[in-house]
Nanobody, 123 residues
């Protein structure tokens, strides 16, 4: 009933930029925090950046100053602008959101994940 669909991944050279988007759709009453996680081969999934419904943000130390997370509440969409990309940023990036599904009188809170989008930084 609720889907997160990511887009914007791809292959980029070191020092380049990419912008990821994640749109939530379905029977959405409201969305709390939204975030981006990533998982590199052989490693655990890690938080990259997170943004609250009020716009508060936090970032992994490894991406501070290079990545910027933002959201458009009217479009139920979260973005991740990635600049100065490094080979170590190569991973599958996943969108995450805490969503109230349903109506004001009957809603259920769940944690949702996107299908993932590959980001490869290589020359």
């Amino acid at each position: 009933q609720v889907q997160l669909v990511e887009s914007g991944g791809g292959l980029v050279q070191p020092g380049g930029s990419l912008r990821l988007s994640c749109a939530a759709s379905g029977s959405i009453f409201s969305i709390n925090a939204m975030g981006w996680y990533r998982q590199a081969p052989g490693k655990e999934r890690e938080l990259v950046a997170r943004i609250t419904s009020g716009g508060g943000t936090n970032y992994a130390d490894s991406v501070k100053g290079r990545f910027t997370i933002s959201r458009d509440n009217a479009k139920n969409t979260v973005y991740l602008q990635m600049n100065s990309l490094k080979p170590e940023d190569t991973a599958v990036y996943y969108c995450n959101a805490g969503i109230y599904n349903g109506t004001y009188y009957k809603k259920l809170y769940s944690d949702y994940w996107g299908q993932g989008t590959q980001v490869t930084v290589s020359s």
